[in-house]
């Protein structure tokens, strides 16, 4: 079992940054890719962004390309996502999961999932 620990949410102004962690418990998270996703209140959860945890190739929504960064130190056993030009529709529970299928978009492609870490943009 998996566990996925989140943590770097707070509340933060309209075009600034924040980095959120995502530590999880294994000795390795060789085979896996984790990705990001967000939920707003209303809204289903969507993806953000994913990298596989081997080589690193990462991918990303389209909504927060050029903007969102995420990347991994296999030695911390964490991953993170860089978070700048921050928008008011980027506020959302953030929450970072593990698949064994490369390049997952889908919820429920996702097996195991942090308990996520609150994101505010004020305008």
């Known amino acids: 079992q998996v566990q996925l620990v989140e943590s770097g949410g707070g509340l933060v102004q309209a075009g600034g940054s924040l980095r959120l962690s995502c530590a999880h418990s294994e000795r390795t998270l060789s085979g896996y890719t984790v990705g990001w996703f967000r939920q707003a209140p209303g809204n289903e959860r969507e993806f953000v962004a994913g990298?596989?945890?081997?080589?690193?190739?990462?991918f990303y929504a389209d909504s927060v390309k050029g903007r969102f960064t995420i990347s991994r130190d296999s030695a911390k056993k964490t991953a993170y996502l860089q978070m700048n030009s921050l928008a008011p529709e980027d506020t959302a529970d953030y929450y970072c999961a593990a698949s064994r299928t490369f390049g997952s978009r889908g919820v429920e492609q996702y097996n195991y999932w942090g308990q996520g870490t609150q994101v505010t943009v004020s305008s």
């Open positions: 990298i596989g945890w081997n080589v690193g190739t990462t």
